[in-house]
């Protein structure tokens, strides 16, 4: 309400990319080891799946990719493309990594993402399948589901519950902000 009295406030394209990545590894670094904790108490497994605490860089790279996909949805076009470098660019920075390969390994996430999730658009079931497809959560399902090489559909809802928290509030953004 306040914003439509004074106006939004104004970010530049490069402000908003450093705050979306670092609120991406901050979000990540906090919330990695809930999920982990999540899925290994999970009873719908079979086996306890093995993934370590520390093992956080493909669900980094999951959320990244799916955020971007996101952005992609949410900004006009041009400034999503340029909001995507800017991100990927500062995210290679942060992490210690080449922009180009992240580029690359981001591109290939998206594309899986989109393969899984056809034809839903909706990101989150996406991030939360190529979690299943990165850490191979099937080996640890019931024989019915790991041969099918599908989600449990309780663990899915479950994971979707938790992946929700992990996509950027655009929603917000647009109340408050204006790009430019």
């Known amino acids: 309400m306040i914003a439509t009295l004074f106006g939004k406030k104004r970010?530049?394209?490069?402000?908003?990319?450093?705050?979306?990545?670092?609120?991406?590894?901050?979000?990540?670094?906090?919330?990695f080891a809930n999920v982990v904790a999540e899925l290994k108490e999970a009873p719908e497994f079979e086996a306890v799946p093995d993934i370590a605490y520390e093992n956080e860089a493909p669900f980094l790279l999951i959320v990244l990719a799916g955020n971007l996909l996101e952005a992609r949805r949410q900004l006009p076009a041009g400034t999503d493309v340029r909001l995507a470098t800017l991100a990927i660019s500062k995210f290679a920075t942060a992490t210690g990594s080449r922009s180009t390969e992240v580029e690359q390994r981001i591109g290939r996430l998206q594309g899986l993402m989109n393969r899984l999730n056809a034809p839903s658009k909706n990101t989150v079931y996406a991030m939360s399948k190529a979690v299943f497809h990165q850490y191979d959560l099937f080996a640890f399902q019931k024989v019915y589901f790991r041969e099918q090489r599908v989600p449990d559909p309780i663990i899915q809802k479950r994971l979707n519950a938790l992946m929700a928290f992990f996509l950027w509030d655009w929603e917000d953004f647009h109340e408050h902000y204006r790009i430019g």
Do not use: W, Y
């Not at 970010?11 to 919330?31: R, T």
């Open 11 to 31: 970010i530049s394209e490069d402000k908003l990319a450093n705050v979306f990545v670092n609120a991406l590894l901050e979000l990540v670094d906090q919330g």
